[in-house]
């Protein structure tokens, strides 16, 4: 089917797995609570230009210290609550109608009274922000590779016990941060312990490190998703066997762009992936620094001469690596299909807070 200029891309209902609590904050809304709390921000996260640096740890390093600067601009509940509302509000305006995205508790937690108050701010806030907004969302609470094992096993018990599909629950536990950074198996615990809870699996791997590291995800984390995993192109047996296991791939081209993973969005090897028939989502990862949201992935690769129909399915297989119930999903396929018949068309979705079909069946 050839490209309709008129077909609106924010139009096409979707599914966004793969946004960080903090890197979804709007530059305004950075902006604003810089001057709150009278804190001076690196001139780099105000000039709007996207973040372009190396793929190793001097560029590692440039992108935590921005991420850091913009994170401590958010001090106290009614941060917190902005964030989650925010996030939630502008996916919907980009036809996301299932939002999962991660936090890492620990991050706020010295300012809002332990991990425990700051995740249930968040959960609270998602709960009453996705009836408003009208989208399904689900919570991940994400572990960080820079701490020590035992904090990601903190990390699981407190999201086991707000472990759910429903609502203001956590739906998932991650591993984040940088992936050269501490010993993929010493975490095996922590995800055990997340997978008795039912909860989906979804650590990053195959972004900055390659074939060799996606398959030490694999054996050591037993993954239901990869953040990221694009590196997986580089080795087609792995990726077989990705595809076997039924591993979603959460694909940020923008992000594998700004931390110098690819030249630049035509190299990122999403045909490779879609071609062995991996599931494949896409995400904006960190919008604040990377300089683009989640309609922006899909208008990259509809330049680079994705027909509708292509992008159409990348979206369904969003929707099909989501844990999003089933009735959310069938609605959600339905409008896929209506906007590839009359452009900009979408059916409602079912505020979250009114069904209560279980999600996909997850250990």
């Known amino acids: 089917m050839a490209n309709d200029p008129e077909r609106d891309l924010n139009a096409l209902p979707k599914a966004h797995l793969h946004l960080h609590f ?20 690196p001139s780099a996260l105000l000039t709007g230009n996207p973040l372009r640096v190396p793929a190793d740890q001097r560029g590692w390093f440039r992108f935590q210290r921005l991420y850091d600067a913009a994170r401590n601009c958010v001090r106290d509940e009614s ?4 964030l989650v509302d ?24 010295a300012r809002l009274g332990g991990i425990t108050p700051t995740l249930e701010i968040v959960l609270d ?29 903190t990390l699981a018990r407190l999201a086991a016990r707000h472990a759910g599909d429903g ?10 941060n940088d992936e050269r950074s501490g010993a993929t198996a010493q975490f095996g615990p922590a995800f055990a312990i997340a997978a008795r809870a039912g909860l989906l699996l979804v650590p990053h791997g195959g972004e900055l490190l390659g074939p060799a590291h996606i398959r030490q995800v694999i054996a050591s ?41 690819y030249r630049d969005a035509a190299h990122v090897p999403l045909r490779t992936l879609v071609a062995a028939g991996a599931n494949v989502a ?17 208008e990259v ?30 609605r959600l396929y339905d409008g896929i299909d209506a906007w590839l018949r009359e452009p900009g068309s979408l059916p409602p979705i079912a505020p979250a807070g009114d069904r209560a079909a279980p999600a996909a069946a997850r250990h």
């Open 22 to 41: 903090t890197g979804s904050m709007l530059p305004e809304t950075l902006r604003d609570l810089a001057a709150k709390h009278s804190v001076r921000l």
């Open 79 to 82: 941060d917190m609550r902005r």
């Open 86 to 109: 925010e996030a939630i509000e502008t996916d919907a305006q980009e036809g996301s109608g299932r939002l999962e995205f991660q936090v890492d508790p620990t991050s706020y937690a």
């Open 125 to 153: 806030q998602a709960r009453a922000s996705a009836r408003a907004h009208n989208v399904d969302v689900g919570v991940i609470v994400a572990a960080s590779r820079m701490r020590h094992p035992l904090d990601a096993r």
């Open 167 to 176: 609502p203001g629950e956590v739906m998932g536990f991650g591993l984040s």
């Open 221 to 261: 984390l037993h993954p239901d998703r990869l953040g990221h995993g694009v590196r997986a192109a580089e080795d087609l047996t792995l990726l077989d066997d990705i595809v076997r296991r039924g591993i979603a791939l959460e694909v940020c081209p923008q992000s594998n762009v700004s931390l110098g993973v």
């Open 282 to 298: 896409l995400g904006a990862d960190d919008p604040l620094l990377f300089g683009s949201r989640l309609t922006a992935q899909y």
């Open 301 to 330: 690769l509809r330049r680079a001469g994705w027909s509708d129909a292509e992008l159409a399915a990348l979206a369904r297989s969003s929707v099909q690596a989501s844990a999003a119930a089933t009735d959310v999903k069938a």
